[in-house]
């Protein structure tokens, strides 16, 4: 039997131990109910430096990891992404278990050097996979946290303004650092299957399914972006949320992806602390620090259109995000997404409503060409016809454009 609580596992799916292959002083656990399932790997114990070794017997190492010698005691603490054991050595470490992790991505970020991310220093691997990953055991800086809810609750909009565009300046520079490192083809079929998927298991009452812009490339993406990783102008590297292990990523993500993340993880600071402040005018300074530092393509204004999903569907996503792990916990109505949630049909009706428009500028520019054509040979005397078409088409598909919502509404103003 395991010694654990188990404080990382969904607290409202039955577990039971899986036949599949697990490295010595390991087990799989397959969790199922409410109409979700996943799988997690977690140590069986870890009480001593014993313990310690048989662990990570046939675990691969990378970078840097206590040496077994010299290490002198190990303590645990269960944390909700998983068990945290400190090591205290020739250094004081921490090893941060990766009860669901399915991909070697902690460790691929962390190798890459980028400047501005505090990384994990090293880690065990099994079958290609991320297991363990460590850090130095040093002094957490949360100022930028406590500064920003600070500000937040005193509606200091100025100071807030200033500390998110610092966030969002700190994220784009490792975008811009990422983009040297690897860079693949957009993935729409695939982002669509994804969010296909949750709402199927969150058997949600609408659908939603992006065009997608050919300039949101697939990246070595974070993930999960939250102010608290914010420390001293960096972003730690932290580990996967719950939902990875629920709707396990099967494909990479875009930039603007990890910008939603850290723009929803406002709206839940919005709703605890302060739903009075003009959250627009927050995200505005967040996405223009974004936009700052990070890549000109990423950033453009195609990449955040919203009819081709933009940053409004990324959003859509992360409440389903939240919606999954509060169901799998039995939580509670997550918000603000479920409030958020709720604007999605009205979203939808209105920007099927405006396809009307863009189809009335298709068809004067279809009419004008129309008029072209039949008037070959072309004269002077049929120039006017065809000139009000593609003037009228021109101008519709024009407004069409101005009708998506800009990035800085959230969901719920976005056509009010």
């Known amino acids: 039997m395991t010694a654990w609580n188990g404080e990382w596992r969904p607290s409202a799916m039955k577990g039971i131990e899986s036949d599949s292959a697990a490295p010595k002083g390991f087990r799989n656990l397959t969790l199922a109910g409410l109409g979700l399932k996943c799988e997690i790997i977690e140590p069986i114990q870890l009480s001593n430096i014993e313990d310690w070794d048989f662990l990570t ?3 691969e190492s990378w970078g840097q990891v206590p040496e077994s010698k010299s290490i002198n005691s190990i303590s645990t603490e269960e944390k909700n992404r998983g068990l945290v054991a400190l090591i205290s050595a020739e250094n004081e470490w921490i090893a941060d278990f990766l009860p669901w992790n399915r991909d070697s991505q902690l460790s691929m970020i962390s190798e890459a050097k980028i400047s ?6 090293g880690g065990y691997k099994w079958e290609g996979k991320d297991i363990i990953a460590f850090r130095k055991n040093q002094k957490k800086d949360n100022t ?34 990422v983009e040297s490192i690897l860079t693949t083809p957009y993935d729409h079929k695939r982002w669509n299957s994804r969010i296909e998927s949750l709402e199927e298991k969150l058997r949600a009452s609408f659908i939603w399914r992006g065009k997608f812009s050919k300039k949101t490339p697939c990246i070595i993406s974070l993930r999960d972006v939250r102010f608290s ?16 292990c629920l709707e396990v990523p099967n494909c990479d993500f875009p930039a603007i992806r990890d910008l939603s993340s850290l723009i ?4 839940r600071m919005i709703y605890r602390l302060n739903d009075r402040i003009d959250i627009t005018s927050l995200r505005s300074s967040l996405i223009e620090g974004w936009k700052s530092t990070a890549p000109e393509n990423w950033a453009s204004k195609e990449a955040f259109y919203a009819y081709y999903g933009g940053l409004v569907i990324w959003e859509y996503e992360q409440c389903l995000l939240d919606v999954i792990e509060a169901t799998a ?45 039949n008037s070959i040979p072309f004269e002077l005397m049929d120039l006017p016809i065809p000139l009000i078409f593609f003037t009228g088409g021109f101008g519709l598909l024009k407004y069409y454009q101005k ?11 976005s056509f009010l």
């Open 57 to 59: 017997s046939e675990l």
């Open 116 to 121: 501005v991310s505090i990384p994990y220093i």
């Open 144 to 177: 930028i946290l406590e500064k920003l809810e600070s500000t937040i609750k005193q509606n200091d909009v100025e100071n807030t303004n200033k500390i998110l565009y610092k966030c969002g300046s700190v994220l784009g520079q490792y975008h811009s650092e």
């Open 229 to 244: 990783d914010f420390q001293s102008g960096k972003i730690a590297i932290n580990r996967p949320r719950l939902s990875d």
């Open 264 to 267: 929803h993880d406002l709206s």
């Open 329 to 373: 916990n039995q939580s509670g109505p997550p918000e603000p997404a479920i409030t958020t949630l709720a604007y999605v049909k009205s979203f939808q009706k209105k920007m099927f409503n405006n396809r009307t428009i863009a189809m009335l500028g298709w068809m004067g520019m279809f009419f004008g060409a129309s008029s072209i054509i």
């Open 403 to 413: 009708l998506s919502p800009p990035p800085e509404f959230p969901l719920n103003k």
